[in-house]
């Protein structure tokens, strides 16, 4: 049996990184989605501020959690012909992490302009990414085990 | 005439299927493969299955993915690991001493399982 505290484990396990990592854009991003929607669009309110670091967190996190994916497909699968479930999530996950970054983008863009009232466009877009976000964790979730 | 042909059909017919019964029924495979069937571990539902293979020396055991989720069979000690299995994937590894040889899943390491050399 592997030993969970064993420091050698803990990082240099060649999936553990992705399975951690994952957490933060999955967690922030729907946060900030939430936090967006209750803001009502109002640029300057605080909701918005809030949905604003949320989503630029999100962005910032997908990002590592997306390449430690990459990586852990490479060294711990060997880089095997993606199919099945690990297709789906890979698939999904790309979706998802598409659409965390456009819609920090759309906000981003959006405070550095002068409206006040951030695009109506924006809210299928995250609600599309809350989605895609939603299914590619419940297929992670299927593929470490942690269903079973 | 006739009733002398449908007997010879008849006849004709049985031995045919007697043959056939004999032919394809694997008698003596199946013993072989109850043999073989006990030097392999069926991976499913993220278990090993069984979890404890004894064996003796020289054995070859085959490990069979048949989850639909990759798995990486490795052992504790670094003597064995295989390539990562899809389903229907086999890995095979022979042992020739005797002893207690623990392994888990490299992707899933809280599937574990032993092989027990005697």
């Not at chain 1, 946060?31 to 949320?54: E, F, I, M, P, W």
């Not at chain 1, 967190?57 to 997306?66: F, H, Q, W």
């Not at chain 1, 109506?120 to 979730?141: C, K, Q, S, T, Y």
Request: glycine residues 6%; hydrophobic residues 50%.
């Amino acid at each position: 049996m592997v030993n969970p505290f064993d420091l050698r484990t803990i990082l240099l396990a060649k999936h553990a990184q992705h399975v951690v990592l994952i957490h933060f854009p999955i967690a922030l991003f729907i946060t900030g989605v939430g936090l967006d929607l209750l803001s009502r669009g109002k640029r300057t309110s605080q909701l918005a501020g809030a949905a604003y670091l949320n989503l630029s967190i999100a962005a910032a996190t997908v990002i590592p959690a997306a390449l430690t994916g990459l990586l852990a497909w490479q060294f711990a699968l060997d880089g095997k012909r993606l199919k099945g479930l690990l297709l789906l999530h890979v698939i999904a996950a790309s979706i998802a992490a598409l659409l965390v970054i456009a819609s920090w983008w759309l906000h981003w863009r959006t405070r550095r302009a002068e409206p006040l009232l951030l695009p109506d466009f924006r809210i299928p877009i995250e609600l599309l990414g809350v989605v895609a976000i939603g299914l590619a964790a419940h297929l992670g979730g299927f593929l470490s085990g942690v269903n079973t | 005439m006739r009733r002398k042909l449908f007997f010879a059909g008849s006849i004709v017919a049985l031995s045919l299927a007697l043959a056939a019964v004999v032919i394809l029924h694997p008698t003596r495979a199946k013993s072989e493969d109850t043999q073989t069937a006990s030097m392999e571990v069926h991976v499913d539902n993220f278990t090993f299955g069984p979890d404890t293979l004894t064996v003796p020396a020289n054995s070859t055991v085959t490990w069979i993915n048949k989850d639909d989720v990759p798995h990486v069979i490795a052992s504790n000690d670094g003597l064995f690991k295989s390539k990562a299995l899809d389903t229907d994937d086999k890995y095979s590894y022979t042992f020739t001493k005797a002893g207690t040889y623990a392994y888990y899943c490299s992707i899933h390491p809280k599937m574990v399982g032993k092989i027990v050399v005697q």
